[in-house]
């Protein structure tokens, strides 16, 4: 039983389409993260949000948008999508003073 | 400079062996630092929390150096399934609560 589950698992989309990937916890943080990872370039940090009220955009923002629903869940939209995004998506909780982070498994996206 | 910098490997070790692996990182003011392990296309789980000046957790090491800004990562006695990428990761520049995460060392433990 994940703690952290992401959907959908894998998805290939076509130019110039609205995506949405959804994220939900069962941890009880109330830190949620949006990161993409590209090989050879690790983990870039797309948005985080501390609360359902508080959402800040990361490193690479432009181009995704989020919506925090609830403390459990966080999902990730690609308004347009676009070649570029093509990538591994993780979402991740944060807790304690020290910000440790557990990951979901996972959405491979691929843009055509 | 990157915030976080390793050197990407591979390291290719027999079973048995001792393999350490360092990390610099950019940000004097850092006051969380991790080792994560990441699977081939699987996510990254947390491996080491790095306290103090280190800490021991079986066959692994974790050392903090803050004048010299590096952490390192010891295993002993490797085993194949240690095999995988290794993740250094700060907290950023930016907030304390961003991570900063490195582009990570590969290791493959051979029979």
């Known amino acids: 039983d994940a703690d952290v589950t992401q959907t959908p698992r894998n998805r290939i989309t076509k130019t110039g389409k609205r995506i949405m990937l959804e994220c939900s916890q069962t941890?009880?943080?109330?830190?949620m993260y949006w990161y993409r990872q590209d090989p050879g370039l690790g983990l870039r940090l797309i948005y985080y949000s501390f609360d359902v009220k508080d959402i800040n955009k990361g490193e690479i923002s432009d181009g995704y948008s989020v919506s925090r629903q609830a403390q459990a869940k966080f999902s990730l939209s690609l308004e347009s999508a676009i070649p570029n995004q093509t990538a591994l998506y993780f979402c991740?909780?944060?807790?304690?003073?020290?910000?440790?982070?557990?990951f979901g498994p996972g959405t491979r996206l691929t843009v055509l | 400079r990157k915030e976080v910098e390793q050197d990407p490997g591979p390291f290719n070790v027999p079973e048995g062996a001792t393999v350490a692996f360092n990390c610099t990182y950019s940000?004097?003011?850092?006051?969380?630092f991790f080792w994560y392990r990441q699977d081939c296309r699987k996510e990254p789980k947390l491996l080491m929390s790095v306290y103090s000046s280190g800490n021991e957790d079986g066959r692994f090491t974790a050392q903090l150096n803050r004048a010299s800004q590096y952490i390192s990562l010891l295993i002993r006695d490797s085993k194949l399934s240690d095999s995988a990428t290794y993740l250094c990761v700060v907290n950023s520049l930016q907030t304390a609560r961003q991570l900063t995460f490195g582009s990570g060392t590969q290791l493959t433990v051979l029979p």
């Open positions: 941890k009880g943080h109330d830190r």
């Open positions: 991740a909780t944060g807790t304690g003073d020290y910000n440790e982070q557990f």
């Open positions: 940000n004097s003011a850092s006051q969380s």
